[in-house]
């Protein structure tokens, strides 16, 4: 899409903005040319990323998200209607379709991830029925599931997917829920056999899905005895259409009360001799014929159920877009607060607290490395949807990267946005532990990532486990994936830096021999340590493997943003990201001290410490205008993050509207009988 067309569907979601007297000052200031930022950062967003922007612009009664602080149920109701109004608007205006949808469901819910600023329980819920419901119907289904596929992502159908039970999570092979078939009336019979069995966690399932996808041990009968097929997907029909009452053989629950996002129904579910038909089966890697035979072309159990585990890829990318777009929400808010809040110097003209270089140092560098995270999961993003139609085929090594990719960049971005989330809002004061300062939500909605699609430091141990094998490859001299090709540097004795720290090539390079040196490391201690590979894995996960993967992880992400800037044919705007990338280079480095240190000395590493100092100080001209790059609705940053600069009145008016803050308490009374 055009910038220009790009732009003037998120003024729609802007509205008037009256800039302040502080909002003119922070313009006048920069020096890049922020259209041309824009264009070039917004080309690496998902096709579609403002349509969906625009037709939530257009729904009827639209909120600012910081508003929304009502009881779990309003919150519930109010996330669906905006869910159903969203899709029914992108049906409405021709962007999409259940027919268009289908073609690619990955690319349609990483264009949807856009709306979520207004509401992320409704993005959450959209999540658990496309991403997972609908999308393994189509992925492990087959034509036999196609009508139900079609009623899915018409919406007409609202699913659930529950893999999850209350004694297991990431082990899905463990999984306890059975599907045992009965060959005389040609049905499987779900049940929970054990109270660890039910499915817990699942969401849409406590108060709203119709049907769901349910993950079970298949039993077959052979020669009078049960067999276990070990994990397959069922879809069926969990509650009555016309009552919404659990169908006989089904128990549903609603989880409760939990930490946050109350707004998204999380249930659990048991099963009593629930029988389903045999075409209920997700037959696309296995199936059973009427007579109970067990088919496949896949032979082996474990590559069986791996590629039906890399069938639900996607979903960790999606985290990956979200949880670095929260963070640079977060860093948005901040810096936008920080530029009017004046906190001591002169009585006559107190000095802004974002000119201080305290809250510099807290703030920019953390802008920084979240820019960098949101473009290094968008090119994740992007490696995802050219391959996702290959993504099936025997010995495709790029199923492998991506998943071991994203794997990896999930268990260290999560973390990272969380700490970036809780730093903005302290940098805040008291006024950002207010709800109206949106940090709550972010922060809530932010931990979860930590744990779904995968626990981070299970997940890292996938990460591990493929980049051992491509070290092996390494050492034949053989072929290597893109993202790994510093592995053929072999350096086997830690680097010496010998280039200058303020130089972004020279550091670039440096970062890849560490990585390359961190694998050897890590492969070389796991080989002569003498212990069998399992304990020698579990011995060293925790030091060398971890830093074998943070620094791919580091490497990945700075390589890609050095790409990316060669997009940039203005020089003025390519110099002031050239030092927001100096920035999140210097600022990894400065945070990995046992990594980094020996390689670059004592001398050029207290360097490090200047070079923050000094490049915080020269983009705090630009940082505010910086802010305005993002593709963030001002309607969505609450009463910190607008715009306009004007937080005080925005904060006053928030307050003041809040129902029953001038009123009484109803217990008022007590206090007098009392005295």
Known sequence: MEHKTALKRLNLLKGHVNSSIDARREASTATFDLAHAQEVLWSILPEGYFDALECASELHGLQDPSLHFDDRDKLRENSYDYLFGLINKMFEKGYTSPEKIAENIDHFCFTINSPGFFDLHASTRFMSHTALYSKTIKNLGTERHHDILMESLAFKTIGCFCLTELGHGSNAKGLETTATYDKNAQEFVINSPTQTSMKFWIGNLGKTAHNAVVLAQLL???????????????????????????????????????????????????FNEYRIPREALLNRFGDVTPEGEYKTDIPSDGKRFATSMSALSG??????????????WACTVALRFSAVRQQFGPAENETRILDYPLQQHRLI?????????????????????????????PGNIQTDVLHSLSSNMKSFITLKSQETIADCRRACGGHGFSFYSLFE??????????????????????????????????????????????????????????????NTDDLLLMMREVACYQAIKAATKLSSCGLPIIEAFEKYQHFELKQMCETYNDTFLHDNFNELLAKFSCEKTKAVFEKLFLLSMTLTIYENPSVYMLVLGEDNFD????????????????????????????????ALGNEDLQVYKRLVQHFTVTEGVTERSNWWKKMYQNR
């Open 220 to 270: 077959i009968e052979k020669n009078g005895k049960l067999v276990n097929k070990g994990v397959h997907c069922f879809e069926f029909q969990i509650r009555d259409e016309q009552t919404h009452i659990p169908l006989p053989g089904i128990e549903i629950g609603d989880c409760g009360m939990k930490k946050g996002l109350d707004g998204i129904d999380n249930g659990w579910m048991k």
């Open 315 to 328: 979903g960790r990318i999606s985290v990956l877009a979200s949880t670095s777009g929260l963070s640079l």
């Open 365 to 393: 560098p953390k802008f920084a490395q979240s820019l960098i995270f949101m473009t290094g999961a968008n090119k994740v993003m992007d490696l995802f949807l050219k391959n996702s139609s290959k993504l099936f085929e």
């Open 441 to 502: 939500n972010m922060l809530q909605y932010n931990d979860i990532h930590c744990t779904w699609e995968g626990d981070n430091h299970v997940l890292r141990m996938q990460t591990m486990n493929f980049m051992l094998k491509m070290m092996k490859l390494a050492s034949q001299g053989k072929s290597l994936p893109q993202t790994l090709e510093y592995l053929a540097l072999g350096q086997f004795d830690r680097p010496k830096f010998s280039g200058s720290v303020s």
């Open 607 to 638: 360097k490090i410490d200047e070079n923050i100092q000094d490049l915080c100080a020269q983009l705090r001209p630009e940082i505010i205008e910086l802010t305005k790059v993002l593709p963030i609705p001002n309607r969505a940053n609450g």
